[in-house]
């Protein structure tokens, strides 16, 4: 059975702004997401806010 896990913004921003020193654990999960050892889900508003900052328009705080 694969499990599925809710991933948080943090994550994603983590990764995208090479936060450290959180960054290793959050690449360690995306890996198992895209060898599909793991199903990752993200939330809208977390896709929508990603989008905005990336984008430009706003920080994320």
Do not use: C
């Amino acid at each position: 059975m694969i499990r599925r896990v809710l991933v948080d913004i943090d994550i994603l921003l983590n990764i995208l702004l090479d936060r450290e020193p959180f960054v290793e654990d959050s690449v360690k999960l995306w890996e198992l997401i895209e060898s599909e050892q793991i199903e990752g889900y993200v939330t809208p508003t977390t896709m929508a806010s990603i989008l905005v900052h990336q984008a430009g328009y706003s920080p994320i705080i």
